[in-house]
């Protein structure tokens, strides 16, 4: 049994898809003393940050943020939005939409789930096709909301959505489009206004960089418009205070502000930085893993390289091998914590985060501990991952700034 207070030397590598690590500067952000969330200095901060965070949304529409976890950002979207008994139309790509799935249905929403069969369907992104089918079979426009995972975290796939919104709106059909990009969120090119999202979903501890506890509700005019007639039970997560309150930069409920100090932080550093050059660093992060897993002679979990995800890579591990015993012994000799497989994916894979605040080096060393943990395992590999990924790290440098 662990000893909750054995820290063994050296840096833990923190290689799950999220929680992310927390960079020192936004650290040093949130150690500032808490002030009145009430005082003027506080509505400064808010104003801000609420002005900031709809750049990384891509949208000039309001941003919701709530002291909580992107779950509660999940039943924010829908509490606002629907009202008992009706249709939701909810795309299976991976645990995490499954989840999503499972909230409506508690809320009294009546959902229905399309998806490619068993787990090969968690192996690929959203279908657009079949929602666009579906829709068009829907005359009398019952279904009320499309709702659909951007990043799927347990799969690592990245679905189009600016394809969804094109099969809605080849369908002719009213449909709210409803997506969650908690994992891909400062990762992936993402955006609200462009794609026509009417409300998008995120959280803090992903491509954000902070510790859980902040989620956000992008929302537009038209989610606006259907949550002044939505009846489900909404009081902490309901738009309409927040949003009053907003405008001067405060919350209806004390906010948490030792976090806002961090995400403030975070998008400095983010915008600083340049999205662009955010995005294309997680393409080759991502690219960079996958050569060394092609490299091992493994398989990817996602299958279709259109929706390769920038923020993970799933590694299917050779038939009889147990991934979460591999993934086991990576941790406790080399004290790597990588993603575990979830629903239809436990034990056949682990998944390796590449976000945030990472860089070469921190995917080479885990590389490493990846290759020595398989070979130790018993797994049979057909070369170098971790020459692999060093051969194109040099040889596809990332353009300055």
């Known amino acids: 049994m662990l000893k909750l207070d054995f820290h063994p030397s050296g840096r833990h590598f923190l290689q799950i898809p999220g929680p992310s690590p927390v960079p020192d500067r936004i650290l040093r952000a949130m150690s500032l003393p808490t002030i009145d969330h009430r005082g003027p200095e506080f509505g ?29 950002a999940w039943e924010a979207a829908l509490v606002n939005t629907l009202s008992a008994g009706d249709r939701v139309l909810m795309f299976e790509t991976g645990h995490f939409a499954s989840l999503w799935e499972k909230m409506a249905r508690r809320l009294g929403l009546e959902p229905e789930f399309l998806g490619l069969p068993g787990y090969e369907g968690w192996r690929r992104g959203v279908q657009a096709e079949m929602i666009e089918r579906r829709l068009k079979e829907d005359s009398s426009h019952t279904i009320k909301a499309v709702c659909v995972v951007h990043n799927e975290t347990s799969t690592g796939v990245t679905s189009d959505i600016a394809a969804v919104r094109r099969a ?13 990009t908690i994992s891909g969120l400062a990762c992936a090119d993402y955006q609200h206004d462009a794609w026509g999202v009417d409300v998008t979903i995120s959280g803090s501890q992903k491509g954000l960089m902070l510790p859980p506890g902040i989620s956000f509700n992008a929302v537009s005019e038209k989610a606006i418009e259907a949550s002044r007639s939505a009846r489900l039970p909404k009081s902490f ?19 948490n502000t030792n976090l806002l100090y961090g995400l403030n932080e975070a998008l400095d550093m983010l915008l ?3 999205l662009d050059h955010v995005f294309a660093r997680h393409q080759r992060w991502a690219a960079g893993v996958r050569t060394a897993v092609e490299s091992w002679g493994l398989e990817v979990q996602c299958q279709d390289p259109s929706v390769y995800s920038p923020v993970l890579t799933g590694v299917v591990m050779p038939e009889g091998v147990d991934a979460d015993e591999v993934r086991s012994l990576i941790y406790r000799r080399f004290d790597l914590s990588l993603g575990t497989g979830l629903g239809k994916a436990k034990g056949k894979m682990f998944r390796i985060g590449h976000l945030g605040d990472c860089n070469d080096l921190t995917l080479i060393a885990t ?7 398989l070979k130790m395992s018993g797994v049979s590999l057909a070369g170098s991952g971790v020459l692999a990924a ?3 790290f040099a040889a596809n440098p990332l353009d300055e700034r």
Not at 47 to 68: H, M, N, S
Not at 367 to 373: D, I, K, P, S, T
């Open 44 to 72: 400064a901060l808010g104003r801000e940050v609420l002005d900031k965070i709809r750049t990384v949304f891509k949208t000039q529409q309001p941003v919701v943020i709530y002291p909580a976890s992107g779950t509660g």
């Open 367 to 373: 590389l490493g501990g990846c290759e020595a943990g």
């Open 237 to 255: 997560w309901a738009w309409d205070e927040i949003l009053e309150l907003n405008r001067s930069g405060y919350w209806p409920y004390t906010p």
């Open 272 to 274: 600083g930085e340049g």
């Open 168 to 180: 809605i709106d080849a369908a002719r059909h009213p449909a709210l489009l409803l997506v969650d």
């Open 390 to 392: 060093l051969e194109y």
